[in-house]
């Protein structure tokens, strides 16, 4: 766990950092949520890096309203740990069917939360909380797949459409019936249109 706070763009950096030292030239690159704003810094940054980049459920700059609630969560997380928010968060990620059937990627999410230090969580909260992204879009170079669930909150749908509509070579495709988790909650739709998008030439 890092010892102070850190940026979006300090873990896009330590991805270019992965890859060069696995000595891997260009890679596809995707990220849900918060790696979805770490693929966002990545491909802009490191264009050189990136043949195809996907982005799932994420936005380039939280409202501010969700910024006020990314301070709550981190404030909670660090009095409380994760385990207190684990249920609201799951409404958030997945529709009501999915939750109801318990469904394999709910249950994933809820191991991976209670796993959560939460020291670890609010650092996480505090670079969401500070993230703007907003310039970096039209210098995306690489062919881009937005992905999003159609039922996510609205400011998620707003920003599929504006990442979509702002990176150069970018396509938005949405997952029906799906919220924030929409490639786990319905990972054969996600899977066919990763295949379709990274088989094309």
């Given at each position: 766990?890092?010892?102070?706070?850190?940026?979006?763009?300090?873990?896009?950096?330590q991805?270019?950092?992965?890859?060069?030292?696995?000595?891997?030239?260009r890679?596809?690159?995707?990220?849900?949520?918060?790696?979805?704003?770490?693929?966002?810094?990545?491909a802009?940054?490191?264009?050189d890096?990136?043949?195809?980049?996907?982005?799932?459920?994420?936005t380039?700059?939280y409202?501010?309203?969700?910024?006020?609630?990314?301070?709550?969560?981190?404030?909670?997380?660090r009095?409380?740990?994760?385990?207190?928010?684990?249920?609201?968060?799951?409404?958030?990620w997945f529709?009501?069917?999915?939750?109801?059937?318990?469904?394999?990627?709910?249950?994933?999410?809820?191991?991976a939360?209670?796993?959560?230090?939460?020291?670890?969580?609010?650092l996480?909260?505090?670079?969401?909380h500070?993230?703007?992204l907003r310039?970096?879009?039209?210098?995306?170079?690489?062919?881009?797949?937005?992905?999003?669930?159609?039922?996510?909150?609205?400011?998620?749908?707003?920003?599929?459409?504006?990442l979509a509509?702002?990176?150069?070579?970018?396509?938005?495709?949405?997952?029906?019936g799906?919220?924030?988790?929409?490639?786990?909650?319905?990972?054969?739709?996600?899977?066919?249109?990763?295949r379709?998008?990274?088989s094309?030439?």
């Amino acid at each position: 766990m890092p010892a102070a706070r850190y940026r979006i763009e300090d873990l896009a950096a330590q991805l270019a950092a992965v890859l060069e030292t696995q000595t891997i030239g260009r890679a596809h690159v995707a990220g849900i949520s918060l790696g979805g704003l770490v693929a966002q810094a990545f491909a802009a940054s490191r264009p050189d890096l990136v043949d195809r980049l996907i982005l799932i459920d994420t936005t380039p700059r939280y409202t501010d309203e969700l910024r006020a609630m990314w301070d709550q969560r981190a404030a909670t997380a660090r009095a409380s740990g994760v385990a207190p928010m684990i249920d609201d968060l799951l409404k958030i990620w997945f529709s009501a069917d999915a939750l109801a059937h318990d469904a394999a990627g709910v249950r994933y999410v809820r191991a991976a939360l209670a796993r959560a230090p939460g020291e670890g969580y609010a650092l996480a909260c505090e670079a969401l909380h500070a993230a703007d992204l907003r310039s970096l879009a039209p210098a995306i170079a690489a062919p881009t797949l937005v992905i999003c669930g159609d039922s996510d909150i609205p400011s998620f749908l707003d920003a599929a459409r504006w990442l979509a509509a702002t990176i150069p070579n970018a396509e938005l495709a949405w997952i029906a019936g799906t919220r924030h988790a929409s490639v786990l909650e319905r990972p054969e739709e996600g899977r066919r249109l990763i295949r379709d998008f990274l088989s094309r030439g």
